[in-house]
């Protein structure tokens, strides 16, 4: 405790007389500063113990000690310790009444005690509260340490809870309860996510203050990790604000939640490549060589049904956008964490690979993460600029064997997807709907346009329909009745005008691909499907 007013009287060597006030001696006491201004107030921060004799004042006069006092009380000072046998002999009776009607603690010091001996009195509780607070620090630490090492974060968590008289959370990088102590602050913690969001945005190292709803505790957010983008976030949450041994707590609770941190990257680090090695093994065909040097890693993500998601970054993504293959990953690797699911994501230059569960948790993760920002897109919102800078490609349901044939699935969704303008596809939608949209580009328009552009200058001469003619009979699969019904002409004009294509085209219509290329053509440049 600080040192108050209550622990100065109660200092035998001192022998202070309490004349005013007795009721308010508990309040604080920051320093002890003589003073025999007139109007001392500019001079003070308040909680100080004003000691004066009165050279200044006519402390005889109450209207004039009514507005001496009233000055002091509006300064905050904690008390007035009045020197007797000085200039008066005994406290004057205008002083005590003003300090009893202001409510201000007003001090009698007898002339054998000097100034000196109460300022040093001050000083020295004061430099013995802060020794207690240093030395409860160390040994909050040393517990703190203590825990981590033995129970991990979990057992740090409670450790600091319990220094602070509080609760304390801890956040993953995506900003999602990780753990709680004591248990039912789980609630509590999940509420604050918002706020944790926000905090991450800014780099780290970073603090908040969360300003507490009526009944609720005061929250402090801190953010965790050495890099641009917070790894983790700390809250510590108390019924007020947190004293000197309480602050080195948090401060030690920090460090140590850091130095895990890192720890974690750099597992992390060797981690990844372990999961390129075991990646690089499914994709040449080594599904038991891949087995024996994942061991338990990825619980049984090789042998159930996995999907390969492909993910690759726009070229034109700028740093600052921030990394948009770490974001995706984050989400995937967070959301595997919470379902208690395996997850392997290797990241490869501006590409991303990702092994996940089929039907889990992470994949349903990164379908959200992109298709939220697809229809952000299309709704014209604005963006972060991260989801907008990815395409995603998804393969089939595949096991370990096919994990060659899943990553060429991956790829061609990535390539649909970056010819269609999507940022997200999952292959199954390749075989459904129309191929036509596949054709879609200039290259395939271009070569549509060549074949047919001899038919269309025919055409415009007025001299037959060729074109017209030719999309009945192929879509009539040759048949020459039909097709001469659906353009009302007989069959022999028919037959007529196809010979006619066959000279101008140098080709043969009894060629299958060539009917083909001419059908592809015609669909591709009246884009009916």
Known sequence: MPPTLASLVQHTALKLTVRAGADRLDVP???????????????????????????????????????YVRRLVGAGVAGLGFAVGVHYGSVPDALVDAAREQGLPLLEVPRRTPFLAISKAVSAEI?????????AGFAAQRELT?????????????ALAAQVDGWAALYDASGAVVA?????????????????????????PASAVVGAPANEDRVELHSLGTGRRPRAALAVGTAATLGTAQRYAVHSAIAL??????????LQAAGQRIDAAVLRMLLAGQPD?????????????????????????????????????????????????????????????????????????????????????????????PSTGDEEALVVGVSAPVGPIAAAAGHKQAEQALSVARRRGRVYVEHEQL??????????????????????????????????????SLRAWLSRHGQWDAAAADLGVHRHTLRYRMRRVEEILGRSLDDPDVRMELWLALKTTTGTA
Not at 146 to 158: K, V
Not at 343 to 353: E, F, S, T, Y
């Open 257 to 266: 939640l850091t130095l895990t941190t890192e720890r974690s990257r750099s």
């Open 146 to 158: 203590r825990q981590a090492l033995t129970d991990g974060p979990e057992g740090l968590l409670a």
């Open 289 to 381: 060589h891949a087995r024996a040097v994942a061991g338990d890693l990825y619980g049984g993500l090789l042998d159930a049904p996995f999907r390969i998601v492909l993910a690759e970054s726009a070229p034109a993504a700028r740093p600052a956008d921030g990394d948009p293959l770490a974001a995706l990953a984050e989400t995937v690797e967070s959301a595997a964490a919470r379902a208690g699911e395996a997850v392997l994501a290797v990241p490869d230059g501006r590409r991303l690979v990702v092994l996940a569960a089929d039907g889990g948790a992470a994949l349903a993760a990164c379908a959200d993460h992109m298709t939220a920002a697809e229809a952000s897109r299309a709704a014209g919102e």
């Open 431 to 468: 075989a459904s709907g129309s191929v036509l949209p596949l054709l879609a580009d200039d290259a395939v328009r271009a070569f549509a346009d060549g074949l047919l552009r001899p038919l269309h200058e025919h055409d415009a001469t007025g001299r037959g329909d060729l074109v017209a």
């Open 29 to 67: 006491v920051r320093w002890a500063h003589a003073s025999e201004l007139a109007d001392p107030v500019p001079y003070m921060e308040g909680g100080e113990l004003l000691l004066i004799t009165a050279l200044k004042l006519d402390a005889e006069d109450p209207d004039a000690m009514r507005r």
């Open 127 to 135: 430099a013995a509260e802060q020794y207690r607070a240093v030395t």
């Open 180 to 204: 709680t102590a004591p248990g039912w602050a789980g609630r509590r913690a999940a509420r604050l996510t918002a706020d944790v969001e926000r905090l991450r945005e800014r780099p780290a």
